[in-house]
């Protein structure tokens, strides 16, 4: 005999009232069994994404996902955990120089991440363009990386919050992605479960994230922060602009070199500056509060930590990366000052050049994306190449210029920079 009758709970929800803790667990538990069935979770989350939930119900529904599966204990680890979230971005690598930095404190990094779908990539993709580098790690080799290196990166397991994948991949079909409550208990389930001791999400805002506007992002993060502390991960969050690309590299080997740069002390700027925000935040919930984290950049403390982050699973930090068969190169039209770069376009377009899937099955060619000759605010000069899209497959360069069309303007010096103002927008704490 069930407890609940689904009807009934999305009816409470429909009518814009409050799922009890014991309606909400048997809700994820049932669902998870087989029992509810995807038309009625579908229901609910059209329910949520329009009703809303409050702050107890959402964390009853992290606490139920997480309940779902498995849970993973570092606490027996010689050293600290921390770990980082982003919410997604265009050219967004910063784990690939971020972990390697903090971990060379000697701190433990735990990163279990994903695959990348639409428009923005994942970090597993990017480091799978090094040759050898695997991302499948057993639990007993994580610990093993974690004590000799301190930094990991790989797949999540199926047996961490299940619920949550078949919620994901539900809400993905349904329109219903963008509720705050479902995002906020999505992410924070697996953080939560990954079992690391302190967390810092990057909550992006902008074009080319997943929120585009700054209240809802400041809001998504005020609730992940909360949910994090509640279950006793120290949490904080940066509210980080995505309105234009981040670095000069969109795709995957190309992203790998922009972060090996980096890791080299040189690189863009903004990869930089949000590699040592974020790198100082992770260190100073850990307990690290006076890390010189720009000095283990500069002095190859960094690098050392990456190139035996690579070799522990499996890639040669040395070896070349892949390059594209084509390239396509867009000259400025006329000499001015770059003063937009949308993120979206640019995103859409390498996906399409191939460095992006559309079906979670698809494979993702390495070598396939873009990259940026000139950022906004910099002085062009008709003829110079603004940006190269590379592609192993020639075909590509139409539809991938067609996403482009009108998604970076040359204007004149003392125009407006559109560029959706300072990096970092906000830190909260609570
Ligand atoms: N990432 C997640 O893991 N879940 C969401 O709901 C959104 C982004």
């Known amino acids: 005999m069930e407890a609940f009758d689904a009807v009934d709970l999305i009816r409470t929800k429909r009518d814009k009232g409050a799922l009890s803790t014991d309606e909400i667990n048997w809700l994820i ?11 009625q979770m579908s229901a609910m989350t059209m329910a949520i994404f329009l009703n809303g939930m409050d702050r107890r119900e959402i964390k009853d529904l992290t606490m139920a996902m997480i309940a779902s599966g ?53 970090t597993l993709d990017k480091l799978e363009s090094i040759p050898g580098w695997r991302a499948n790690v057993s639990p007993a080799r994580m610990r093993e990386i974690l004590e000799q290196v301190g930094a990991v990166v790989c797949a999540a397991g199926s047996g961490l919050a299940p619920a949550d994948g078949k919620l994901y991949a539900l809400r993905d079909i349904t329109g219903t992605v963008e509720a705050i409550p479902l995002i906020a208990s999505s992410i924070m389930s697996k953080k939560i479960a990954e079992g690391t001791a302190a967390l810092v999400l990057d909550v992006k805002f902008g074009s080319g994230a997943f ?43 190309n992203e790998v070199r922009e972060s090996v740069e980096v890791l080299a002390g040189g690189g863009p700027a903004d990869i930089r500056e949000l590699t040592l925000a974020l790198a100082t935040e992770m260190l100073a919930l850990a307990g690290f509060p006076d890390a010189d984290v720009a000095a283990a950049l500069d002095d190859g403390r960094a690098m050392d930590t990456w190139r035996a982050m690579v070799t522990a699973q499996g890639g040669d930090p040395s070896a070349e990366l892949p390059v594209a068969r084509e390239t396509h190169v867009v000259a400025a039209e006329r000499s001015g000052v770059l003063v937009q770069q949308q993120a979206l376009p640019f995103g859409i377009a390498a996906w399409r050049l191939g460095a992006g899937r559309a079906r979670a099955e698809d494979p993702v060619q390495h070598a396939a994306g873009v990259d940026l000759h000139a950022k906004p605010g910099d002085t062009v000069t008709k003829g110079q190449p603004l940006f190269t899209l590379s592609a ?34 906000e830190k909260i704490t609570q």
């Open 392 to 425: 192993d497959e020639p075909e590509r360069f139409a539809r991938a210029l067609e996403a482009l069309d009108g998604a970076y303007l040359i204007g004149d010096p003392g125009d407006t920079i559109d560029d959706g103002g300072p990096l970092i927008a």
């Open 70 to 122: 498995d849970t993973m204990d570092f606490s027996s680890l010689s050293k600290k955990t921390t770990d980082k979230h982003s919410t997604g971005g265009v050219g967004d690598k910063i784990t690939l120089p971020l972990a390697p930095l903090v971990a060379s404190f000697g701190v433990a990094v735990p990163q279990l991440s994903g695959r990348g779908l639409g428009h923005t990539g994942g």
């Open 211 to 253: 929120l585009k506007n700054i209240e809802h992002s400041r809001e998504l993060a005020q609730v992940m922060v909360q949910l994090g502390q509640d279950a006793g991960v120290a949490t904080s969050a940066l509210i980080t602009n995505m309105h234009v690309p981040l670095g000069l590299a969109i795709g995957n080997a």
């Open 29 to 39: 538990d049932a669902y998870t069994r087989g029992y509810v069935a995807d038309e």
